[in-house]
């Protein structure tokens, strides 16, 4: 797609007139007096959270934003591709695939005689990582998406703007433990207070979180004391490379990190300021558009960058901050913080918004779980400490790369061009957002039977592959069968000794015991198989009834449980995941996509116990 042409305009670009592009949902009207969830913050983490919610009719969640309506241009644009596979699960990545600019390559240039040369040129992602790109979308078109999905789900969910934390009490015998207070500041209301009481609050308001103030949690951490700016301009060059990611070091000192934007013609640029002072805030420095863009130019030389229009700006200083906790209580949690409210660090990684959304996504079933009373509340606990992990780890890396390009930018700096790019291809899995794993825990389990699965590691994402649906001979692939619901799945990989019957009934005793009575089958935990046979070899109406069920009110028959490998492509996921032919595999896939155990297909008892780690018997 090509948009941008005349100038940035926010909104939908299939919409041609710029002011219908815009259109305001209606006005959800004043706050309920209680709810389930109360979430604090309209950013990327914010939205996941109150989309993944928004799938379940039954619980009361409430969203509020201190700004005055949806995001429309700025803040972070990079989407990793596992970030475009949680997507999936929401239903949108076919819209963000379509509209974003895709990284294909990124290219190197390192100080040369006159000004800068290209010194390297690599494939951005390896082949394989993913059935998705790495995808370039402004940020506030990843939100219209989630507001999209949470007005048409089944709880209708609108965000509720112009509301200002006031202040936030627990009292944790109280049915809805927690109490806030908002001040309203849109017009005709300004000044006026409300009072909502929730069982559990989320704080997503950003890096100074009044959530996170409220209950005692600080971010920790250094500054670099290095100011960097940004912007997404419309700009007239002759620099070749200005539609691929480009890291550029200059020979003045400084270095830009070039990401090419949606629609065609629209870039967006971090360049490298200047060094501050102990104890000094880049606000202090008064920085000026005009200022970064001459400090790109400085950057370019001897290329030329003409700026025609600047479609958003800002300056801001690279820092690596955390809290010690995630929540506000070891035992008994109630109030969250995600995203920005817990762990900062610079955007030049293209990682913040990517891990805000994980650790809502990661919050949002447990949540759900609980409150739908599948879990019992200790599933609460385990969202601080797996995501601290991997907060830790975007820190560190942070640190690392930001460092690495501030001092090869250095006049007279001995690092080696090549040692930036080595550095950036080393870390490709990470910045693919696929070399998340967590620690072994109750929803994570040993790897005593990893090698009969080697390409589903325990503790990694779900990694998709291509196969064909025995009911139907349509070609999906397999991962697109998690949906954002809050189920887990149970993937059964057939082997040559696997007798699929006598798996499926003891499987379907398992199963029972954590549904509700009446329930359909699959209603909590989702069971699909794949067969290594050809798919016109086999009939669906011959497998078991665990694979082919009968669901609804009316005992109308599923069709989507079983499929087999894309022989036709020569796509044997067999082979591309390193399952073990002979003895198959169970895999159990978590609601957030991420692989939580790996068992042989007739350990009926270690499936059981992990699940009853996890869910309560029904």
Not at 132 to 137: E, Q, Y
Not at 207 to 224: F, H, M, N, Q, Y
Not at 340 to 362: E, I
Not at 547 to 568: N, Q, W
Request: charged residues 25%; proline residues 6%.
């Amino acid at each position: 797609m090509q948009f941008h042409l005349d100038g940035f305009q926010p909104g939908d670009p299939d919409i041609a007139d710029p002011v219908a592009r815009l259109g305001k949902p209606g006005s959800p009207g004043t706050l309920p007096q209680t709810t389930d969830v109360l979430i604090v913050g309209c950013g990327p983490a914010g939205l996941t959270l109150a989309a993944q919610l928004s799938a379940f009719a039954d619980i009361k969640t409430c969203i509020v934003e201190q700004k005055p309506d949806r995001l429309l241009r700025g803040q972070a644009d990079g989407v990793a591709c596992r970030t475009v596979e949680m997507f999936q699960a929401f239903g949108f990545a076919e819209r963000v695939v379509r509209e974003a600019y895709w990284v294909n390559e990124t290219t190197f240039w390192k100080p040369a005689p006159g000004g800068i040369a290209r010194s390297g040129r690599i494939q951005d992602t390896e082949d394989g990582l993913s059935e998705f790109p790495h995808a370039i979308l402004n940020q506030a078109r990843i939100h219209d998406f989630y507001l999209d999905v949470m007005r048409n789900s089944p709880a209708r969910i609108e965000p509720h703007y112009s509301r200002k934390l006031a202040s936030l009490t627990i009292d944790r015998a109280a049915l809805h433990p927690v109490s806030v207070t908002l001040e309203r500041t849109d017009p005709g209301h300004e000044g006026e207070i409300e009072t909502i009481r929730a069982r559990y609050v989320v704080g997503c308001d950003g890096a100074r979180s009044a959530v996170r103030k409220a209950i005692g949690r600080t971010l920790e951490g250094d500054s670099a004391n290095q100011a960097w700016g940004v912007m997404d301009i419309l700009a007239v060059t002759d620099f070749p490379d200005i539609r691929f990611k480009c890291v550029i070091q200059s020979p003045a000192g400084g270095s830009v990190v070039l990401i090419p934007r949606e629609g065609g013609y629209m870039v967006r640029v971090y360049v490298e300021m200047d060094k501050l002072d102990a104890r000094e805030r880049v606000a202090d420095r008064k920085l000026t558009v005009d200022d970064v863009i001459a400090a790109a130019q400085k950057v370019f030389a001897p290329y030329t960058l003409d700026v025609k229009d600047v479609a958003w700006w800002s300056v801001y200083e690279i820092g690596q901050r955390m809290c010690e906790r995630f929540d506000d209580h070891a035992q008994d949690p109630h109030v969250f913080i995600a995203g920005d409210a817990c762990h900062t660090h610079s955007p030049k990684a293209g990682q913040g918004m990517n891990v805000s959304m994980q650790d809502a996504f990661n919050l949002g079933w447990k949540l759900a779980a609980v409150l739908q009373g599948r879990s019992d509340a200790d599933l609460l606990r385990s969202y601080s400490s797996e995501r601290h992990a991997i907060a830790k780890t975007l820190i560190d890396f942070d640190r690392e790369w930001a460092t690495l390009l501030h001092d090869a930018s250095k006049p007279g700096s001995t690092i080696d061009p090549a040692e930036v790019q080595r550095y950036f291809v080393q870390h490709g899995r990470y910045t693919a957002g696929t070399a998340t794993r967590y620690a072994p825990s109750a929803l994570t389990g040993a790897a005593t039977h990893q090698p009969l699965a080697t390409g589903f590691e325990i503790g990694t994402r779900f990694h998709s592959a291509p196969v064909m649906r025995l009911g139907d001979a349509k070609p999906v692939e397999l991962g697109h069968v998690v949906r954002a619901d809050g189920r887990f799945r149970v993937m059964i990989f057939a082997g040559t000794d696997t007798k699929l019957d006598a798996v499926c009934a003891d499987l379907a005793g398992v199963v029972q015991r954590f549904t509700p009575k009446g329930a359909d089958i699959d209603a909590v935990i989702d069971i699909r198989a794949i067969l290594q046979a050809g798919h016109r070899t086999l009939e669906i109406t011959s497998m078991p009834p665990l694979l082919f069920p009968a669901k609804g009110k009316f005992g109308l028959r599923d069709y989507e449980k079983v499929f087999c490998p894309d022989l036709k492509n020569a796509r044997d996921i067999f082979d591309l995941r390193g399952i073990d032919r002979l003895r198959g595999a169970l895999v159990v896939v978590r609601p957030d996509q991420y692989v939580g155990h790996v068992l042989p297909v007739t350990a009926m008892d270690e499936l059981s116990a992990y699940f009853a780690g996890v869910l309560r018997m029904a």
